[in-house]
T-cell receptor
């Protein structure tokens, strides 16, 4: 069966520090991968999605970047975190466009 | 503008009650998702539908394409159903982008 792993579960970082969140999927090949952010009191917002290795689509201009170095690995990064980067970050995968998406347990990021 | 509206924002119920959560969207869609977010933050996909009705256990999801409206029903609600229920839509067939509602927070009391 397919599983998705996302870590860390919680993270507290100072303003200006770098960020790396990792997401891996097991049990499937060539999944579509997604990074979402849920700010306090707001709905989920798609940040990045990827349909293959090295293929990244950005939905929202921001302080973040994403990379897909391997088929089932998706990384969310920042060189210098801002206070506004605080939120709950979720990784998800699907077998293709217009298919159900399956979510990781999320990373709660607090910027101090 | 593509928008997704959910109602109510908050809902409380007694165990055993029938629950209805509503979702309306502004333009035609290719698919609508219902998701459940537990207090810890984890999200589970409940349904994906583009027409008609789907049922899974005590959960029923319906969609009316003409009225641009979907409902999620929970029969014989239970305290473990307490969660945030989120509606999300895909507005085109060639995009992977989902637009999310802000969710309905449901609390079921014993």
């Amino acid at each position: 069966s397919q599983t998705i792993h996302q870590w860390p579960a919680t993270l507290v970082q100072p303003v200006g520090s770098p960020l790396s969140l990792e997401c891996t999927v097991e049990g499937t090949s060539n999944p579509n991968l997604y990074w979402y952010r849920q700010a306090a009191g707001r709905g989920l917002q798609l940040l990045f999605y990827s349909v293959g290795i090295g293929q990244i689509s950005s939905e929202v201009p921001q302080n973040l970047s994403a990379s897909r170095p391997q088929d089932r690995q998706f990384i969310l990064s920042s060189k210098k975190l801002l206070l506004s980067d605080s939120g709950f970050y979720l990784c998800a995968w699907s077998v293709g466009t217009d298919q159900p998406q399956h979510f990781g347990d999320g990373t709660r990021l607090s910027i101090l | 503008k593509n928008e997704v509206e959910q109602s109510p924002q908050n809902l409380t119920a007694q165990e055993g009650e029938f629950i209805t959560i509503n979702c309306s969207y502004s333009v035609g869609i290719s698919a609508l998702h219902w998701l459940q977010q537990h207090p810890g933050g984890g999200i589970v996909s409940l349904f994906m539908l583009s027409s008609g009705k789907k049922k899974h256990g005590r959960l029923i999801a319906t969609i009316n394409i003409q009225e641009k409206h979907s409902s999620l029903h929970i029969t014989a609600s239970h305290p473990r159903d307490s969660a945030v229920y989120i509606c999300a839509v895909r507005f085109g067939r060639d995009t992977d982008k989902l637009i999310f509602g802000t969710g309905t927070r449901l609390q079921v009391f014993p």
